[in-house]
């Protein structure tokens, strides 16, 4: 069993990518044998692409440590013409280099999950192993996005948590849906009980407000997984 340490790098292809979103691609990538994560473990990567070796970047691993292959699913930031821009352009073939892994979101005991956009990714492993062991139950999923395009594994996501999934739209009205920001009165309406674990991950704004939320409702400081 290894996992690796700073200083030592693997060489991994890309073995497959596809866009889920219109700005957000999943990348399979080779694993490297007797190589070992945790659901919410994230990884240090950078891409071997002239110029950008040495621009290293975390993305969380969103497969489960017993797949044959590693994944992860990126926002692609094409206007900030950085890694991720130049993650975009990479398909099956290219290759990446992973530094190191380390710990990100842990797994503490059922709770109320809180993300904002790609702040999903580290929640997606986690969700996965709790429901292929049969341990999702009491576990709920808040999920705020623009609009329903920008919905990451929707239907997954759904089948994993049926009713206990909801989702907020901050920009667009959709019917069915709830279009508002998670306030402090939407976790009022929709929580109720704050003594219970909460996972929260998102942009730094957003982590933010929701745990200062959470904390002024009765939420236990010791409880809060961000």
């Known amino acids: ?6 200083g030592s790098m693997h060489t991994l292809k890309i073995l497959s990518t596809n866009y889920l979103t219109h700005d957000v691609k999943r990348f399979v990538v080779e694993k490297p044998k007797d190589f070992y994560y945790s659901p919410g473990h994230s990884a240090h990567i950078s ?3 002239p110029g950008w070796e040495e621009e290293i970047r975390p993305f969380t691993f969103t497969s489960l440590n017993d797949w044959p292959h590693l994944e992860f699913i990126v926002k692609i930031y094409e206007n900030r013409k950085g890694v991720t821009d130049q993650l975009g352009k990479l398909n099956a073939g290219a290759e990446i280099f992973l530094h190191d892994v380390f710990g990100s979101i ?4 059922p709770g109320i999950f809180l993300a904002g956009g790609t702040g999903i990714t580290p929640f997606i492993a986690i969700f996965r192993a709790l429901f292929h062991s049969d341990n999702l139950r009491n576990n709920g999923l808040i999920y705020s996005n623009r609009s329903r395009h920008d919905i990451i594994l929707f239907e997954e ?3 994993m948590l049926g009713p206990a999934y909801i989702n907020v739209f901050t920009r667009q009205g959709v019917i069915g849906f709830k279009e508002r920001k998670i306030d402090r009165t939407f976790l009022i309406e929709t929580i109720r009980d704050f003594n219970r674990h909460f ?6 704004s957003f ?3 929701i745990c ?6 009765g939420a ?5 997984i961000i």
Do not use: A, R
């Open 1 to 6: 069993m290894i996992i690796i340490k700073s």
């Open 47 to 49: 891409i071997n692409v």
């Open 106 to 109: 842990k797994y503490k005991g």
């Open 157 to 159: 996501l759904t089948q």
């Open 199 to 204: 996972y929260v991950c998102g942009p730094k």
């Open 207 to 209: 982590t933010t407000s």
């Open 212 to 217: 200062d939320h959470l904390v002024s409702l």
């Open 220 to 224: 236990d400081p010791e409880f809060l």
